[in-house]
């Protein structure tokens, strides 16, 4: 089964540790551009920005590749 991951389900099973427990549900999880983004927010906890950066890819997706740009974007502004 796939399903379409909004922001906070994802910040709040990486903050407590238990984002795996997506994979035993769904064979796909399909995380919209803006959702990527929204991870990647400075105001965003820095574990939930660390683990948007390195996310599971076989479990993972977008519908697009901008969350590619915006890893680059993100990378070079928190090493800074």
Do not use: C
Not at 21 to 42: G, K, N, R, T
């Amino acid at each position: 089964m796939i399903v379409v991951a909004d922001t906070s389900p994802i910040n709040y099973l990486v903050l407590i540790g238990h984002i795996e427990i997506l994979h035993h549900f769904y064979d796909q999880v399909v995380v919209p551009s803006a959702v990527w983004e929204e991870l990647q927010d400075m105001h965003t906890p820095f574990s939930v920005r660390l683990w948007a950066l390195r996310p599971p890819k076989m479990a993972y997706s977008s519908p697009t590749q901008q969350h590619s740009r915006s890893f680059a974007r993100f990378s070079r502004s928190w090493r800074t």
